[in-house]
């Protein structure tokens, strides 16, 4: 049996190598477009309590945070969220930034939204991976709405890149993928080359199709009432390489 691969989440995601290497991914407009979409669909008219979960720098938060939202950005990498406080301070904006784990921060009907979003969730066990979707469940106000970013298993591996290389000056990021089809995990053997300098980086990520995680929000009290193929509204479909879903809180915690 292969053993379980650990991972430590803050080194294979350092903010500075992320920022380096994805820029392409993070420009003004995509994130513009992004919240724009979640203003929309979570009919965003009046000041709401948001949660920004695995907020990274905080490119989604402080922006929400710019309407007037009571913002909370939650993350583990102390790295991206001096980043992300920093560009709140720039902005002279109001945002709450906590350094925690997805796996155990809750707050008991807090919110009346919650974001998790550009494939930050399946890095952990199948249980863990439904525990923060059980906390997520717990945090929203009763008919408070979800929002999960993540790809669609069923169209990603048609044709999924078993290598990649994103090369920027003279500076490499190598992908090698595997799909266990057992564990429903696509293992990355990551390389960094940075001013000379390897650095191997693997991790993991859950991925699922959409009846998996509909089960998995189902099971916690949340169904789903849209579903997107992208941040532009289309629909959702078989061939759609991501799922955009929004999700609303329909049990009441008796906790």
Known sequence: MEAEPNFNLESVFSADDYLYFYSNHLKDEYSDEEVSFLIREFSLNEPSAILDLACGHGRHSNRLAEFGHAITGVDQSSEFLEIAERDAEKR????????????SYCEPVGYDCIIHLFSSFGYFSDEENELVIRNVAHSLK?????????????????????FSVLEKNADLMIDRNRFDPVSGRLYNSRIIIRDGIRKDTPFFLRLYNLNEITRILNDNGLSIIRRFADWKGNPFDGESKRMILIAQKTQTDNE
């Open 92 to 103: 002279g904006l109001h945002a709450r930034y906590l350094c925690a784990d997805s796996r």
């Open 142 to 162: 009763d008919g408070g709405l979800f929002c999960l970013d993540i790809l669609n298993r069923d169209a990603f591996l048609k044709d999924y890149p078993r």
